[in-house]
């Protein structure tokens, strides 16, 4: 199986600063990393994920890590905004024809104060 | 397209009452699955369908819940005798073929009493 550790569990960081999130994983085999934001009532959405062949993207203000000797991944927020207060969730899983099944860390509530 | 969709959206039980909870996936997507989500905690895999077949249920407590799926699209999840432990939201996701996303659907959140 997969288990995915998440820290912090609590953040608040200051608008226009950064906000990291750090999340390791046990199966060394698992190769695809999404990462979910999910606003109060409502459900997770995707906001960047990678892959195992990669070790850094980026969509906008959002960049990923992916150190895979460490098994370790993270999530950096650039020029946070309150807009981006939520519970933050990484989540590990090897993709395969046989299927695939999330395994989530236990989340992170970031609030970033005007 | 439409996104997946969960009903209800809220449920409110006595311990011991049964409750079932609907899922329509994103069309065409093959695999589904069913997470419970206590509050404040990541979501956490009960079952996930390919097709009609149930892949893994190894985390779904069989003495009170039970899921199917079919036909291969909609999806139910029962709980028979519910008990305060399972007040959570219920999150069914859906996943095309060998893409990697999932997406979520706006969830059941239960309440038992």
């Known amino acids: 199986g997969e288990q995915v550790e998440q820290l912090p569990s609590i953040l608040r960081v200051q608008e226009r600063s950064s906000a990291s999130i750090n999340c390791t994983y046990e199966?060394?085999?698992?190769?695809?990393f999404p990462w979910y934001k999910q606003e109060p009532g409502e459900n997770p959405k995707l906001i960047i994920d990678?892959?195992?062949?990669?070790e850094r993207k980026q969509i906008q203000g959002l960049i990923v890590l992916l150190d895979k000797k460490a098994k370790r991944f993270s999530l950096h927020i650039t020029d946070t905004q309150p807009a981006d207060s939520a519970m933050y969730f990484c989540a590990a899983t090897l993709n395969n024809n046989a299927g695939a099944k999330l395994t989530f860390g236990g989340g992170t509530r970031l609030t970033v104060r005007p | 397209e439409a996104g997946v969709t969960q009903s209800p959206r809220y449920a409110v039980l006595q311990e011991g009452q049964a409750v079932s909870f609907w899922c329509d996936p994103i069309?065409?997507?093959?695999?589904l699955y069913w997470y419970q989500q206590p509050r404040d905690q990541g979501p956490q895999l009960l079952v996930y369908?390919?097709?009609?077949?149930?892949?893994?249920n190894s985390q779904l407590p069989s003495d009170r819940f039970s899921a199917v799926r079919p036909k291969g699209t909609n999806s139910t999840l029962k709980i028979q005798s519910a008990k305060q432990g399972d007040t959570a939201t219920y999150l069914c996701?859906?996943?095309?073929?060998?893409?990697?996303?999932?997406?979520f659907g706006p969830g059941t959140r239960l309440l038992v009493l």
């Open positions: 069309s065409g997507h093959d695999t």
């Open positions: 199966n060394s085999a698992s190769n695809y």
């Open positions: 996701a859906s996943r095309q073929g060998n893409q990697d996303t999932q997406y």
């Open positions: 369908f390919r097709d009609e077949a149930v892949i893994d």
């Open positions: 990678i892959r195992s062949n990669m």
